[in-house]
């Protein structure tokens, strides 16, 4: 299961552990690949396959379907209001969606710690979410609606384009700092009455720009930017968003998961390379997967990447219980 208490430690920001128990399946295909020799060959070919992965040349099906569907979700709002039409009402935190109101769940439980109220709608719109997105895998909410994932995924590809020149270095931060931080943004807007985090999220403050027009928020949005671009890549949703964080919370116990397959790895880590989260990819490593089958951990924004970039189709979406998806 991708939500087990191990995986759920890693998503909080535990270093990822060897596997206490390898099954015997498992163990015999570990041993097998121990002592299959590697040819030279075979190693020109993976540190090739690795470079064209870096310099971000391999399929993108996943990417831009996932595209596709943050643009089309987005765009719903704005048409919605400009049309006037009050199908898609709201921004993606607080909305009325064909009559359902939907709250986003963290920014639902600032109101809550700030105010110290509980309206009916938001119980109603964030039990709503809640189900929405235990069913549909949690964070994929971040991969295929939220409109910062796309502005985070433009800054990352300058990013790598920059550093690939030499030209800006990657600054990485402990990861345990995203908990710290919905833990300080709960307290702080028990204790102020006020939410500083919903005044300087950056998925309303883009959500609430596309429908109502841009304005003076869009220089925090500016200086994101220019943080993720300059210095740190996808540094708000890994080391500070709590709304990822409670996502990935909400999709611990979801069907719809990235399965991956021991036998069939060849074990060159390309999806550590395109993955946000590398850490739920720890089963990829070698030596590491303690089944022959992994679920791979709830911290997954489903996006698709490492399936995209597999070459032997060993990391696979999969509805648990039902069937792979292609
Ligand atoms: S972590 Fe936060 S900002 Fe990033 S994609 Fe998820 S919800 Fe959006
Ligand atoms: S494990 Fe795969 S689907 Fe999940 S976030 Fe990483 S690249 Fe995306």
């Given at each position: 299961m991708k939500g087990n208490l191990a995986a759920l430690m890693v998503m909080l920001g535990k270093a990822p552990q060897k596997p206490k128990q390898i099954t015997p399946p498992a163990q015999a295909i570990h041993l097998q690949k121990r002592t299959k020799k590697i040819t030279k060959a075979e190693i020109e070919f993976i540190k090739n396959e690795l470079k064209a992965v870096e310099a971000g040349?391999?399929?993108k099906k996943w990417r831009n379907r996932r595209w596709v569907s943050i643009i089309t979700i987005n765009l719903l709002f704005t048409l919605s209001f400009w049309l006037d039409i009050q199908l898609f009402e709201g921004s993606i935190i607080a909305s009325r969606v064909l009559g359902f109101h939907m709250a986003d769940i963290y920014s639902a439980l600032q109101v809550v710690l700030a105010y110290k109220i509980m309206l009916i709608n938001l119980v109603i719109g964030t039990v709503t979410v809640f189900i929405i997105w235990l069913l549909l895998g949690g964070r994929a909410f971040c991969s295929w609606v939220c409109p910062y994932h796309l502005l985070a995924e433009i800054a990352e590809t300058i990013h790598l384009k920059l550093a690939a020149k030499k030209w800006v270095t990657e600054h990485s931060f402990h990861r345990g700092v995203r908990t710290v931080f919905f833990i300080a943004f709960s307290l702080l807007a028990f204790g102020l009455g006020y939410s500083l985090f919903n005044s300087i999220n950056p998925v309303g403050m883009i959500s609430r720009a596309l429908v109502y027009g841009p304005g003076i928020a869009m220089v925090w949005i500016l200086i994101l930017f220019l943080f993720e671009v300059f210095y740190s890549r996808r540094a708000w949703c890994r080391y500070v968003c709590p709304m990822g964080l409670t996502y990935g919370l909400t999709g611990a116990?979801?069907?719809?998961q990235i399965t991956y397959n021991l036998?069939?790895?060849?074990?060159?880590?390309?999806c550590h390379i395109v993955c946000e989260v590398p850490h739920v990819l720890e089963c990829v490593k070698k030596g590491r997967a303690g089944n022959v089958e992994v679920d791979v951990g709830?911290?997954?924004?489903?996006?698709?990447a490492c399936v995209d970039v597999c070459p032997t189709s060993s990391l696979r979406f999969e509805i648990k219980g039902l069937s792979h998806i292609s």
């Open positions: 040349k391999y399929r116990l979801s069907p719809l036998s069939s790895c060849h074990h060159e880590t390309a709830a911290d997954c924004t489903l996006c698709g």
